[in-house]
Structure formats: C-alpha cells, structure tokens
C-alpha cells in the first residue's frame, strides 16, 4: 500500500504548509548565518555615513 501519495494528498493543508515553511525557514537560517559570520568578523550592519 503507497503511503506517500496519501500524505501529500490534501491532508487539511498542512502540506502545503510544509512548501511553504521549509523554504521559509531555509533563507531564514541562511540569512542568520550569514549575519552571525559578519559580526564576527567585524563587520558593521549599519552603512556608514556620508
């Protein structure tokens, strides 16, 4: 018996969530690790200036 045809098959939307959110939160972590490297290196997040 299939059973990933049946989770992905409409369930009340959650899987469509999932589409969503794993993506979402990909970029987020990315953008939070790129961030963490920065600072640590001693870069500013602010431009500085003129």
């Known amino acids: 018996m299939p059973t990933l045809p049946m989770l992905t098959a409409h ?6 969530i999932l ?3 794993g993506p ?3 970029v987020a972590g990315l953008l939070w690790l790129a ?3 920065a ?4 870069g ?5 200036p003129d």
Request: glycine share 12%; proline share 4%; no cysteine.
């Open 35 to 37: 961030d963490r490297r």
């Open 19 to 21: 589409l969503v959110a």
């Open 11 to 16: 369930q009340g939307g959650w899987d469509e």
């Open 24 to 26: 979402l939160a990909l």
């Open 39 to 42: 600072r640590r290196m001693g």
């Open 44 to 48: 500013s997040s602010e431009p500085d």
